[in-house]
């Protein structure tokens, strides 16, 4: 697909006078060469391939633009237009350099120098400086949104010239990976007014910001920036598209006709159809993506532990995986394998014998008259949810559970409902993904369980302050004695399995879509469902 | 004399061809949607599985002698679930219908009747209705409302019963102002009486056609509707909603959105077929295409 303009028609002043004739039958060859030719280049998209990338999603993507205040989808685009100073191999699970090209840690992991590399601007022109860097970093951590909890351990940011910078923390922390985050970790150029980051790119990324429509079919239009430190050379492409297509049929359509180059969501049978299929590559990998159902603590009748427990041991979790045809792989833990902490709990709910005998006491199930009402909530357009909901409720039926299970769209229904003032009001199960915002374990707790004065991600709205005590202390164990942090970790996931806060529906299974022209992806689980173009070709 | 039979007798003779075709399509169509009824009333006796009933062990399976209509993604009997959707999807349109009849009778048959300034009342609320795009205002109310068989039922109601109250309006104004309600009124009889016994029994030939009809129209809106999600909610067994479930799976397991499909293609022609079998029998001013 090209949204590339044609080439202009040769001006008429300048063509060459020729006989009527001749120059009408090399008009005629011309036409049936060219329609040939399009013949044989694959007959796949209709435009053909050329330098523009086409990602396809569910729905919109951006809701922030601020590089510093990001903590959602955007993180897709974003991320192809602001860099951070590492980014996190989950491959070889090693930090590699990006707009740092080294840096070094003393001994008791507190102070961390990065040099930077040489010869980076920012799209406005301005060359990224070390006083850059500390006025980005400075400002992300004043403005404590997204996930910029992630720098609380840096004390001061004091810039060595140009070209270095030295982090001093309070505590021992691995700032290379901390450096790597998803969220919150980029390097931008700093702006008096906020506004300004509005589709807008004030990064030092390979692409800026063409277009943005919100709503609109091509969501936002990257365009490629040409004084990038990485160059151009070879087939990059230099456009990419971000496309809005809420049915998933339609995104298989466009995947097999060739008009889009990258769909990351589509549902199990469509992969399926997918698979074999000329001009188009079906990828696999196991994630850090987990699916999980936050059960509401504060209101009746999941406050009371007896039904929370009952209810999570109420659920055949394997039924759940097969029902999601690939999609999804059984949870054995809050953190996923291949991160730090991932402890396989043999002991994860299940038990629907001990869920019966729960309920009875508690006061429900089969014989007791009264039906345990639940409303599970969960994003709209998310065919394997749903489908794991109509299977929920069927597995709870017998039970004396019955529940409602409603799609909602993310930001303009489940989110406000999750935040209502009067816990009454809002959902019972909170349903949603939880990707980590840096290649640490942390924000699996941090975020979705430990005490918040405002509710951002802890939907179950839990406090615990021996865990909060405990979340609190990993972060530096992590820098200091890795072994001692996966013991705690352990102790933080009986705790949170014993209160029977969370549903662990299982781990998503990531399931690209790519176009058979796509050369050099790498699907990392550090960065949920981005694509970095620039390291990508076509043929 | 002529030979030639008069014409009367030549309309009667070329007619009557089609009355009889008429009399049979009224009795097949009347026939069809009563099986649909018992099929919807016997549904827990008839199904072969509970419509419910998930079996991960036979999921996606083709049309078998074990699953007449095959199974879905999750194993549920397919032929169990468009039985049982008989019981959400008819009765809405027929709930919609009634009620719709109901009120728009009720209040076309006032503006009828009394004329003057509750007339124009009436029927300027009626045109407020009117003027919203009805498909838009049930998808607007469908939104407000909780989405479930009762927010559809109401969301329709309210975006069908004008037009019954404005054709209820029109038989009753002509109705009234004729000489044997006048005599009623001479004779002394009462607005109920007369409105009962005079003015409705001779506007309800036109209503009943119309009603007819309109069931098979508000089972489509109402599918319509369920497909986008606005209607009964999963796992519910509703056709609307069994089609939009089954979009991903149309290319490679086409029997989960073909019968329910089927299934209200049937139930909506046979309705508008004995709208217009019935309109052939009951209406004296409609001759029906030879």
Redesign the interface.
């Known amino acids: 697909m090209s949204l590339r303009p044609l080439p202009a028609a040769r001006p008429a002043h300048r063509r060459p006078r020729a006989r009527p004739w001749p120059y009408a039958a090399a008009v005629a060859v011309a036409a049936v060469v060219s329609l040939l030719a399009a013949g044989c280049s694959g007959g796949s998209g209709g435009a053909g391939r050329d330098d523009t990338f086409v990602y396809l999603s569910s729905r919109g993507l951006v809701t922030e633009w601020d590089p510093a205040r990001s903590y959602s989808d955007e993180v897709v685009v974003l991320s192809n237009v602001y860099e951070t100073l590492t980014r996190y191999d989950a491959g070889t699970g090693r930090t590699e350099g990006v707009l740092a090209t080294g840096w070094t840690s003393s001994e008791d992991r507190r102070t961390w120098t990065f040099t930077l590399r040489d010869g980076v601007r920012f799209h406005s022109g301005r060359p990224l400086t070390a006083e850059a860097v500390k006025a980005a970093v400075e400002r992300t951590m004043r403005l404590k949104a997204s996930a910029s909890y992630v720098w609380d351990p840096v004390d001061r940011i004091v810039p060595l010239g140009t070209r270095r910078v030295r982090f001093e923390l309070s505590r021992p922390a691995p700032l290379d990976v901390i450096a790597s985050a998803t969220y919150a970790a980029y390097i931008y150029e700093v702006r008096k007014n906020a506004g300004d980051y509005r589709a807008d790119g004030w990064g030092t990324g390979p692409y800026t910001v063409a277009s943005w429509r919100p709503g609109g079919e091509n969501e936002v239009e990257l365009t490629a920036f040409e004084d990038y430190w990485g160059g151009w050379r070879g087939d990059r492409y230099r456009e990419v598209v971000y496309r809005a297509v809420p049915?998933?049929?339609t995104a298989?359509q466009l995947m097999s006709s060739g008009e889009g180059d990258y769909a990351g969501g589509l549902?199990p049978?469509?992969i399926?159809?997918l698979r074999g299929r000329p001009g188009v590559t079906v990828r696999e990998r196991p994630s850090w993506q987990t699916l999980i159902g936050l059960l509401n603590t504060r209101k009746a009748p999941l406050d009371d532990l007896r039904v929370r427990r009952a209810v999570v041991n109420a659920l055949d979790y394997e039924?759940l995986v097969?029902?999601s045809?690939g999609a999804l792989v059984r949870s054995d833990g809050i953190i996923p394998k291949g991160l730090l902490g991932y402890t396989a709990d043999p002991d994860l709910p299940g038990d629907r014998a001990l869920a019966r005998k729960l309920l009875a006491q508690a006061g429900y199930g089969p014989g007791s008259g009264r039906t345990l009402d639940l409303e599970m909530t969960y994003p709209?357009g998310d065919?394997t949810i749903?489908?794991l909901?109509?299977?929920m409720?069927?597995?709870l039926?017998p039970l004396g559970v019955d529940l409602?299970?409603?799609?909602l769209e993310w930001s303009s229904a489940q989110w406000p409902l999750a935040k209502r003032k009067d816990p009454d009001e809002r959902q019972d199960v909170f349903v949603m993904y939880w990707w980590p915002d840096d290649p640490e374990s942390l924000s699996y707790y941090r975020n979705v369980f430990r005490t918040e004065k405002e509710i951002s991600y802890n939907l179950a709205y839990y406090s615990n302050p021996r865990l909060d005590r405990l979340i609190d202390r990993v972060g530096a164990l992590t820098a200091t004695d890795p072994d001692r942090a996966v013991r705690t970790y352990r102790t933080m996931q009986d705790i949170v399995v014993d209160d029977a806060l969370v549903l662990f529906l299982g781990t998503t299974v990531y399931q690209r879509v790519l176009n058979s022209d796509v050369e050099g992806f790498t699907d990392n689980p550090a960065y949920a469902n981005v694509v970095f173009v620039h390291d990508l070709t076509h043929r | 004399m002529t030979a030639s039979p008069s014409l009367p007798l030549l309309l009667r003779v070329r007619r009557a061809p089609g009355a009889l075709r008429g009399r049979w399509t009224l009795v097949l169509t009347a026939g069809g949607l009563v099986l649909v009824a018992a099929l919807a009333l016997l549904a827990p006796v008839l199904a072969p599985y509970p419509p419910?009933?998930?079996d991960?062990a036979r999921?996606?399976r083709p049309p078998s002698s074990a699953h007449w209509f095959g199974t879905d993604?999750?194993g549920r009997d397919v032929l169990s679930r468009v039985l049982y959707g008989a019981r959400t999807g008819p009765v809405v349109a027929v709930t919609v219908v009634g009620v719709s009849l109901l009120v728009g009778t009720a209040t076309g048959l006032a503006a009828g009747y009394c004329g003057g300034w509750t007339d124009e009342a009436l029927m300027r609320l009626t045109d407020v209705f009117l003027a919203v795009p009805a498909l838009l205002l049930a998808l607007a109310l469908t939104t407000v409302l909780a989405?479930g068989p009762a927010g559809l039922t109401v969301a329709l109601v309210v975006t069908w019963w004008p037009w019954y109250a404005r054709l209820v309006r029109g038989e009753a104004a002509s109705v009234t102002g004729r000489a044997y309600i006048e005599a009623c009124r001479t004779l002394g009889l009462g607005h109920r009486r007369i409105l009962l016994r005079h003015v409705l029994p001779n506007a309800s030939t036109p209503l009943l056609v119309q009603a007819s009809t309109d069931v098979g129209g508000v089972l489509l809106v109402a599918s319509g509707l369920s497909f986008l999600?606005l209607g009964p909610?999963?796992?519910a067994p509703d056709w609307g909603l069994m089609v939009e479930?089954s979009?991903?799976?149309?290319?490679?397991?086409w029997w989960l959105g073909t019968f329910p499909g089927l299934a209200i293609m049937v139930v909506a022609a046979l309705c508008f077929l004995l709208g217009d079998a019935l309109r052939d029998r009951l209406d004296p001013r409609h001759t029906p295409r030879i």
């Open positions: 049915q998933s049929s298989a549902p049978q469509l399926d159809t039924q097969t029902a045809r709209a065919d749903r489908t909901g109509d299977l409720t069927a597995q039926r409602r299970v409603k799609g | 419910l009933a998930t991960l999921t996606l993604e999750l989405p999600g909610q999963p796992p479930e979009q991903n799976y149309f290319t490679t397991h």
